[in-house]
């Protein structure tokens, strides 16, 4: 038998798309739009990415719709080794911590692939989480409001869970989404005020 | 209160969105790698795209991998109301019928979405369905080959359900693989002949 000349590659670029498969049995805070439990965060990375695909005109300023797909795609798989830590969780406080479990993975997960993309996929993963250009304000946008909608579809969900305010929900949440996409905030705005009104 | 100039186009874009939401909710024939439960159509979404995103290089033409992306982000919301079939299964035999309803599916949500987009999404969804362009060639190779690697990880899973032989997995599933993606295809032949030896 011969070994096929690139063998070696796909076995690398193999055990990587297997390690992906673990951030599928991650668990989030947040729940399906139908409450019948709560999401997995690969098929949370799916839905922003498709979010991306549908609203990229709304960014604040222009972007590269394929770049920043590509960000989503690839933003939480550090989750595999660190978690999901939900924004409005007492957890979520110890910032330094989680940032050190989840830059000890990036390393782990990306060194998976061979050495050309292990680099060029924790750079598109240390773009995302530095926040600073255009295409990564924007990622962060979609996967701020992604849950927002989420939580109205599902009744209030990790709202009510938390026990969010509105003021919370604005400063942690609705600050980050006008960053990148204020049209969508302010679209959503009405349907936001509406629910907390019922408080 | 003024309404927002994008309301009425963001308020489609998020009833489409909204409505993606249930392919979280569409069981595939499929196991996690790990055998603890059968996969959504989302997450598996999610993963053929982080497919595309790696394994672009072995494509047996030249992609846009970008074009990749996106259709396999959509190739599988139509199972949001015809369901997912899984090709060892019986009912994967009965094609126009499935044809029809997937058709039936695709006018109704794609419609969801502004006009423009409505086109745009249908025409990538098309390409994929009719499987003649390179780019669509190689986006069935990936959405066919990931099970294979999620069977082999789960120790036969799907095969065992549907009791697949290898001249059977090879004429189904490896010959679209192979029009595709013949290195990855090459790359998994050891492993799969090693777990049909064993049965």
């Known amino acids: 038998m011969t070994t096929h000349p690139h063998q070696g590659r796909i076995d690398a670029q193999l055990a990587f798309l297997i390690e992906a498969d673990k951030l599928k049995s991650v668990m989030r805070g947040t729940s399906l739009h139908d409450n019948s439990r709560r999401e997995y965060t690969g098929e949370h990375s799916w839905h922003i990415a498709l979010y991306a695909m549908v609203m990229a005109e709304h960014a604040n300023r222009p972007v590269n719709v394929d770049r920043v797909i590509k960000m989503l795609l690839i933003h939480d798989l550090v989750e595999i080794d660190a978690g999901d830590v939900p924004i409005h969780s007492a957890a979520a406080r110890d910032a330094a911590t989680q ?13 998976l692939l ?8 924790r750079a598109l ?54 960053r990148g996409a204020p049209a969508i905030w302010d679209a959503l705005h009405t349907r936001i005020s509406a629910w907390f009104a019922t408080r």
């Open 125 to 178: 993963w240390d773009e995302f989480e530095a926040a600073e250009t255009d295409d990564a304000v924007f990622a962060k946008s979609l996967d701020r409001v992604q849950p927002v909608v989420s939580n109205l579809e599902a009744g209030g969900a990790s709202w009510i869970d938390y026990n969010v305010t509105l003021d919370q929900l604005e400063s942690r949440v609705g600050a980050k989404v006008k």
């Open 99 to 111: 940032e050190a479990e989840e830059q000890a993975a990036a390393t782990r997960i990306f060194g």
């Open 114 to 121: 061979p050495p050309d993309q292990a680099s060029s996929f």
